[in-house]
């Protein structure tokens, strides 16, 4: 039987109605901040209260709410976790074999300049790693490299936690924005070239802030070239990437793009001066020299580069349409156009559709896993460890899979149920000021989670319907949940411990936060005054919805 929205059910209360309704993700934070809860327990806590919220608050069928969970959580599944699940199996078949050593030593013996070994290590390396793999891989590979090569255990921590903000927006090939799209139905595509307008700005900051922070001002204007060049390429290709290809690809070539370019300078410049720790001996410079064989460099990079061309090629049209041909669409059952939203939501009653489509080869991660496949046979890994690794790789995620598919599963209920437009409409009461708050909303959402998909999840029906409600296109302020928020995860927990876990600073979280802390809030207010100049001054700059 079809229901219609309800949006102030708690005493015709608006504000009311919204703090109920924002019961769920408070609930959701404090489990995960404050006592500390596994992600995928606190997230079944928060799935239950939010359906008994949604039956007795705001009237909605039981049958319905279960319906909507259960929408939300196969779509987790499928697409999203299949990425997850993909991208991190090719990048630990490289691990397994040894390949994946290479990569980082190609990368590290470029250069004993300390200050271009954490540009090519924490912000290119890095963020080719948050492209292809997320989830804590960019800070902890990347930081242990640099303390390898003798880097401060602190400082390495430090500098790749705040080098990690450009590509989260795209990471584990564009899950964040790919997962937010399905959510609120909206065009993926149409997000991640929003999110494409907003980021270039800080990825080009981005390394003159890091050597800043690192080493000064004066060494800093040393090594111009070496700045320009590297957050100049990374900035334009994830600009063009993200709005001419897709948001999957963003990080990966730009980290490509950014450490090709900064090689090629190397080889006809250099600064005056090579800088180095003044605690550091001659014996240490030395012993971090890495020498690999060109043939087994580039043998250790194919993996990748496979990667790259299948995506690219699922992106074409008429491969898109051959391989569409397999896709299950399911009217899934007793919530397709069964929920109606109303005003002053819509001008006029509209049924929610609910497809589902399992898209089993045209799916992002069956091109991950062809890639994965093909590999196999480039590193000479049999098929028995191949299949073994595939296994132990979902044993490993099995935890964050399960946690994704309950965030979903709480965002499609939220916006089933009317609870995100409840929130929207108080939210909505903040008028033009709302776009400098969005990337804020992100933010928060990032540093209590650690995850910009889930921040997304979480606030992206809430950013959809308040820019609705005071007239702004909500590309611009969903994608501003995203950029926002990835100015939190060098601040969040769980991206401390996974830096401190690296660099064995466990026991000085503390220390590692007081770092982060000032650059995390430097660069949310560029973000925020970004979006509110795009919103008002230069609204051009928002692509057309798709």
Known sequence: MPWNQVYAPVGGSLVASALVAAIPIILYLVLLAVVRMKGHTAGIITLLVAIAIAVAAYGMPLGTAVSASLFGGFTGLWPIAWIVVTAVFLYK????????????????????????????????????????????????????????????????????????????????????ITAVAGVLHMNANTIGAMVGR?????????????????????RMVEVLPALFVSGGSFALTQFLVSNYMGPQLPDVLSALISLVCLTLLLKVWQPKTEFHFADESPEVREKHKKHSSNEGVFVAWLPYLVLTVTIVLWTLAPVKKILSKATIAIHWPGLDKMVYKVAPVVA????????????????????????????MFIIKMSFGTWLKTFGETL???????????????????????????????????????????????????????????????????????????????????????????VMGKMISPQSIAVGTSATGLVGQEGALYRFTIKHSVFFLLIVCVIVFLQAYVVPWMIPAVK
């Open 93 to 176: 078949i490289t691990v397994k074999t040894g390949h994946f050593d290479l990569v980082k030593d190609s990368i590290a013996g470029l250069t004993n300049d300390r200050r271009l070994q954490m540009l090519l290590v924490a912000f290119s390396f890095g963020a080719f790693l948050e492209g292809v793999a997320g989830f804590g891989a960019p800070v902890a590979i990347a930081a242990a490299v640099l303390v390898g090569l003798g880097f401060d255990p602190l400082y390495a921590a430090g500098l790749c936690l705040i080098a990690d903000t450009a590509p989260v927006a795209f990471g584990a090939i564009g899950v964040p």
């Open 395 to 485: 044993h490993e995620l099995r935890f964050a899979l399960l946690t994704i598919a309950i965030v979903v599963a709480f965002g499609q209920l939220a916006n089933f149920s009317g609870m995100s437009a409840s929130m929207g409409l108080a939210f909505a009461k903040l008028g033009h000021f709302f776009p400098f708050v969005a990337p804020i909303l992100g933010w928060i959402g990032v540093f209590l989670t650690g995850s910009d998909t889930s921040s997304n999840l979480l606030f992206g029906g809430l950013q959809q319907v308040t820019a609705q409600q005071i007239g702004i296109n909500p590309v611009l302020t969903v994608a501003a949940n995203s950029s926002g928020g």
């Open 348 to 375: 006029k009653p509209a049924a929610i559709a609910a497809g589902y489509n399992w898209d089993i080869l045209a799916a992002t991660g069956t091109a991950i896993l062809l890639a994965a496949f093909i590999s």
């Open 198 to 218: 907003q980021l270039p700005f800080v990825s080009f900051l981005l390394p003159f802030y890091l050597v800043f922070v690192m080493a000064g001002w004066k």
